[in-house]
């Protein structure tokens, strides 16, 4: 009989991570229960009760640690008498990379979003004190949720699963696609914005169940849902770099359902931080508030079914299963739960207030909305309807990418354009006036910017098979032009009214604005982000391509570059054999880089993948691929793009991280408040009056 001690503790701690959040939940229910309708703290016994729950939560986190350390040490030591570490290392494996397969397969993912959601967990509960009773409520819904996922690990896709037979001396190897630095960090990213969203989820649903007066809820949830959002943006595009730089076509999003999965609670994740503004400012849109975190909440669910359970084809997905049975099982109770709630205390959700004018702050917020929910929902029905037909037809219909484009192209546009407008307009009414002080810069920014564009080519009617795209790029650059105008006007307008207070310069003013306000602010820079990505996106339309046998010494050109072939030769390590050439680059004459595309085969898992070359600089990439050899001549086949702007969409990403980061800083004003209340004389003189 074999012993296998870490594998062993492995399981049993997923056993007693189960018990715990089994606990909190049962015992927390129970604690709440007893208190409904109560003050809290009135019951002794179920406040202790409560207490002893908030415990066994934050131990889950401890068991769920130590789980997925066991995992990762059966990995670096070679454990291949566990069937996932046998399926997903290898002996030669790259170290970095054996600390990534605990998210390479389908049991070690689901390890990974249990154990992210009890470190989430174990945060909430430690703050427990900001709202004990609400917190209450939300840590016995994530205890919920962890003993869904837990029931899976320990029942249905066991990590620590024993390989029958003799143990094997080396493992199958790591899927080549996920040999990148950046899938080193791309999974856990987008996996920290899924279980993320289950923290405003809980709050929202709480909050509801409890009928939570007033908007604190909202208060104590945004910084979760604006440092969720953010982890889930930074992981869709280190995604889309990812398959720009492994995956070898030219392109960065090809609309496949894995990317799909993870747009989605992005989309209406950004609508629910729009919306709540309208319920913190005019206590309206309540309905739409809850719903919308409890549609993200969902939609995380259903971006984990599609990424792990096979239901659909793609690149993005590395597991296969039988799963899904239980993915729909949890869907439908949480979708039953949250519609029983939203029925039995809709009366609490009324609005304060009513839509005054469509010239207003409001009306923008409401398109906006409308349209991230339309994009939302065109995403959707392109993603699951080859699913849907072929349980009606029997066969799969596949949605490319032209019905996505063709879809969300006009409602791109139409967001970029409410991500200028929204902020120049006044709350319940704009007069007219206002508009035409407002908006008149960025309309004749707009106006030089077509008249600058048209010039220089950009034009649709001379674009033949191309004029939709020209079309697209043309209006994008354009809307970009008074945007950016706009945010730019926001910001001296407020530093000169700054300005004439303090007597400072320009620039000291601008900081002082900002500082002050850090959340206006922060929002008008991820607007000036998403602008710069639009144009970035943009600059896709005058993309160029060209394939080509070369041998020594023969010469490819395209755009503004030559390139040459040095030389083409193999190499090999103990993980896997390469093909490559040596391309010299030259513009206007003059070399400029050495470019060595490549096609590596791994030994352990008898598969190849594509290494890409790039030359980035801030006008174009030069995006250089090893196809292959000719069989018949021997000579490499060479393919190279051109890609215009194609480093603006990831600088625009940059800044909006950037512009969130700022928006989490508290303001000075309210910096400056707490440290005078902590100055006893000001303390007194407060007291006084």
Request: glycine share 8%; with cysteine; proline share 4%.
């Amino acid at each position: 009989m074999r012993l296998h001690p870490m594998p062993e503790f492995g399981s049993f701690t997923l056993l007693l991570a189960l018990a715990l959040s089994a606990y909190t939940l049962v015992i927390g229910g129970v604690a709440l229960w007893r208190t409904h309708g109560m003050a809290a703290g009135v019951d002794g016994g179920a406040r202790r009760l409560g207490e002893t729950a908030r415990r066994a939560g934050i131990s889950s986190f401890v068991a769920l640690s130590s789980a997925a350390f066991a995992l990762v040490w059966a990995s670096f030591t070679n454990d291949y008498s566990v069937s996932y570490i046998l399926h997903h290392t290898n002996r030669d494996l790259n170290t970095a990379y054996k600390f990534s397969a605990l998210w390479s397969g389908q049991e070690g993912s689901l390890l990974l979003w249990a154990w992210l959601l009890s470190a989430y967990g174990f945060v909430l509960r430690m703050r427990h004190k900001v709202d004990v009773r609400l917190s209450a409520f939300a840590s016995t819904i994530l205890a919920g949720i962890q003993v869904f996922f837990l029931l899976l690990l320990n029942f249905a896709a066991p990590p620590f699963a024993i390989q029958p037979g003799p143990v094997a001396a080396d493992g199958f190897g790591l899927n080549p696609l996920l040999q990148y630095p950046e899938m080193v960090i791309h999974p856990p990213m987008l996996y920290l914005g899924y279980v993320g969203f289950s923290v405003p989820f809980a709050f929202a649903l709480g909050a509801l169940m409890m009928r939570y007066p007033g908007e604190k809820w909202i208060h104590i949830t945004r910084r979760w849902t604006m440092v969720t959002w953010l982890f889930l943006t930074c992981g869709i595009f280190l995604g889309a770099h990812w398959a720009y730089s492994v995956l070898g076509w030219g392109g960065y999003w090809g609309w496949d359902p894995v990317e799909n999965a993870s747009l989605m609670p992005w989309l209406t994740g950004t609508a629910f931080l729009h919306s709540v503004m309208m319920q913190e400012k005019r206590g309206m849109m309540k309905s739409w508030n809850v719903w919308l975190i409890f549609s993200t909440f969902m939609l995380t669910i259903l971006g984990t079914l599609l990424t792990r359970s096979g239901i659909v084809s793609s690149v993005h997905a590395f597991a296969q299963s039988s799963i899904g049975d239980w993915f729909y099982g949890f869907i439908l109770i949480v979708f039953a739960v949250c519609l029983f709630t939203f029925f039995k205390q809709r009366d609490h959700l009324k609005s304060e207030n009513r839509l005054e004018s469509l010239v207003s702050r409001e009306s923008s917020f409401l398109f906006n909305n409308l349209i991230l929910l339309a994009a939302c929902f065109t995403v959707l029905w392109g993603t699951l309807f080859p699913v849907l037909s072929e349980y009606v037809q029997g066969t799969k219909v596949t949605m490319g990418a032209p019905f996505y484009n063709r879809v969300n192209l006009p409602i791109g546009l139409f967001l970029l354009f409410l991500t200028g407008i929204g902020p120049l307009l006044a709350w319940r009414s704009t007069s007219l006036r206002s508009i035409r002080r407002n908006f008149i810069l960025p309309s004749i920014a707009m106006g030089v910017a077509l008249v600058v564009l048209v010039g220089v080519g950009v034009r649709p009617w001379a674009a033949g098979d191309d004029w939709q795209a020209t079309l697209f790029s043309l209006v994008t650059f354009t809307l970009a032009a008074g945007v950016i105008t706009a945010i730019g006007a926001e910001f001296l307008r407020g530093a000169n009214v700054v300005a004439t207070q303090t007597g400072k310069n320009l620039v000291a003013s601008t900081v002082l604005l900002v500082r002050r306000n850090t959340r206006r602010y922060g929002g008008y820079i991820v607007h000036f982000g998403i602008v710069v990505m639009f144009i970035g996106i943009a600059g896709g339309a005058f993309n160029q391509s060209h394939e080509q046998e070369m041998g020594f010494g023969d010469t490819l050109k395209l755009g503004p570059y030559r390139l040459v072939c040095k030389s083409y030769t193999q190499d090999s390590n103990r993980n896997y054999d390469t093909e490559y050439a040596l391309m010299d680059v030259f513009r206007g004459g003059k070399k400029i880089t050495q470019l060595a595309p490549e096609k590596r085969f791994y030994i352990a898992s008898q598969t190849s993948s594509t290494m890409v070359a790039l030359h980035s600089t801030l006008a174009s990439d030069l995006y250089v691929i090893y196809e292959g050899k000719n069989p018949d001549t021997d000579r490499p086949i060479i393919k190279v793009f051109l890609n215009p702007l194609m480093n603006w969409i990831w600088i625009g990403v940059l800044i909006v991280v950037g512009g969130t980061f700022l928006a989490l800083v508290p303001n000075l004003a309210r910096t400056s408040a707490r440290a005078a209340a902590e100055t006893p004389v000001i303390k007194a003189e407060v007291h006084h009056v």
